[in-house]
């Protein structure tokens, strides 16, 4: 079974603070992408990455793909109570269409 | 707008009994893939489908199979359903090029009593 690991998986911080959520495999993706999901809804997406060190920046949200497109983070400035939610990290291999997802993070930002 | 649909939101099935889950997109995506997710665990790919009547096993297609005989739905199957199957079940698709978004689906909640 391939492996994406996501940390920490749950992460409870006060309003204002700053985090950083992380996604890691020994499997280079072509690309990789953030998911974000609310309770009983689907996951929505944030952002896709595809080039190795390639940086995006979605507001309060930062996101970085590594060098040699094994890993990713997720950095969150000043965090507020709207960005709790279950935060996913995906990639997908090259070779195949297939994606797999990490563990998910679960995010509560307290007021 | 993109459109996945699942058929059912909520299901409550027995153990022993055959279940079946739809899903249909109307964006004439390649690519099709059945996921379940459980607490702690993430979304862990059941089936995907490259083409219509092709599919390739996930991480854990033990005890399901899959149909796609048309290019906008693929199925999922639970040939005896068990407790320990049920789940949240999302299906997804996206088009064939990589780094294309993944639409979800809203989830089906199964419960197998």
């Known amino acids: 079974t391939q492996l994406l690991e996501q940390s920490p998986q749950f992460l409870s911080i006060q309003e204002g603070e700053n985090l950083t959520v992380y996604c890691n495999s020994s499997?280079?993706?072509?690309?990789l992408q953030w998911y974000r999901q609310e309770p009983g809804e689907g996951p929505v997406l944030l952002v896709t990455v595809v080039t190795g060190g390639e940086v995006k920046k979605l507001k309060r949200l930062t996101f970085q793909f590594g060098d040699a497109r094994k890993d990713s983070s997720l950095h969150i400035t000043a965090a507020q109570p709207g960005d709790t939610g279950l935060y996913l990290c995906a990639g997908r291999y090259s070779s195949a269409s297939k994606i797999i997802f990490g563990s998910g993070t679960r995010l509560s930002i307290r007021p | 707008d993109v459109k996945v649909t699942q058929s059912s939101r909520y299901l409550v099935k027995r153990t022993g009994e055959k279940v079946f889950l739809e899903c249909v997109q109307d964006?004439?995506?390649?690519?099709m893939f059945w996921y379940r997710q459980d607490p702690g665990l993430g979304l862990r790919l059941i089936y995907f489908?490259?083409?219509?009547?092709?599919?390739e096993k996930g991480d854990i297609p033990e005890g399901y199979s899959v149909s796609r005989e048309k290019k906008e739905r693929f199925s999922l199957i639970l040939e005896s359903a068990s407790t320990n199957q049920t789940s949240m079940y999302l299906c997804?698709?996206?088009?064939?090029?990589?780094?294309?978004?993944?639409?979800f689906g809203e989830g089906s909640w199964l419960t197998v009593v």
């Open positions: 964006m004439d995506h390649e690519n």
């Open positions: 997804a698709s996206t088009p064939g090029r990589s780094g294309n978004t993944i639409y």
């Open positions: 489908s490259y083409d219509v009547k092709m599919k």
């Open positions: 499997s280079v993706f072509s690309s």
